[in-house]
């Protein structure tokens, strides 16, 4: 079984701080996203990342950076949180695009941010 | 920019019943599509995959239909139960946004015993 992990599923921040996301696939995947999930919004994409520290931006990637220095691992980065960021952020993975292939999703981060 | 609708928003249904969620896309050129389930304050699990040349997959008490065409896609749930109820989102994946995904607002579905 895909397992993808995420580093926290509840945290609460403060304006200003640097918040660091943190998510890890076992399945040796290529592709890796970031997602904010909003009521009414849906789900949106932030960043994604075909391969070891290459990135591409998605929707809405504005105050966010990302990280992937090891292909199991990719971190969504918060400058400076702002409580416009509350949100719960869900993390994906799935095998190189030519593929049909699935996307597997982490159980997900729930930030809020006072 | 392809656009993903699902009707109902939400649905609430006594045990047993047979039900249809319902899935549209604006833009036709997909490479697949795909059902998820979310339970609440959970994150997504895939139920089915279907790709651009299938017309339909099943999973246990789960069929998925796809018309390309017509930009639409089914999920049909037999015998429905109160483990059913999470919220059910599609996603399309187009034919030229590489691995990236445009998902629906999900349908709400309750299963009552």
């Known amino acids: 079984d895909v397992k993808v992990t995420q580093s926290s599923r509840y945290l609460v921040k403060r304006t200003g701080e640097k918040v660091f996301l943190e998510c890890v696939q076992d399945m040796d995947h290529e592709n890796m996203f970031w997602y904010r999930q909003d009521p009414g919004l849906g789900l949106r994409l932030i960043y994604f990342s075909y391969d070891v520290k290459m990135k591409e931006k998605g929707d809405i990637p504005e105050g966010y950076s990302v990280s992937r220095e090891k292909k199991e691992r990719f971190s969504l980065i918060l400058e400076s949180a702002s409580t416009n960021q509350t949100s719960m952020y869900l993390c994906?993975?799935?095998?190189?695009?030519?593929?049909?292939?699935?996307?597997?999703f982490g159980p997900g981060t729930r930030l809020t941010v006072t | 920019k392809q656009e993903v609708t699902q009707i109902p928003a939400a649905l609430s249904v006594p045990e047993g019943e047979n039900l249809v969620l319902n899935c549209s896309f604006t833009?036709?050129?997909?490479?697949?599509l795909q059902w998820f389930r979310q339970d609440p304050g959970k994150g997504l699990t895939s139920l089915l995959l279907i790709q651009s040349s299938q017309r339909e997959q099943t999973s246990g008490r789960l069929n998925a239909s796809l018309d390309k065409s017509s930009g639409r896609s089914t999920l049909y749930i037999a015998a429905s139960q109160p483990g059913d109820s999470a919220t059910y989102l599609c996603?399309?994946?187009?034919?030229?946004?590489?691995?990236?995904?445009?998902f629906g607002e999900g349908t709400q579905l309750t299963v009552n015993p």
């Open positions: 996603a399309v994946r187009e034919e030229t946004s590489g691995s990236r995904l445009t």
């Open positions: 833009d036709s050129a997909i490479y697949n």
């Open positions: 994906a993975s799935s095998l190189w695009a030519a593929g049909p292939y699935e996307q597997y």
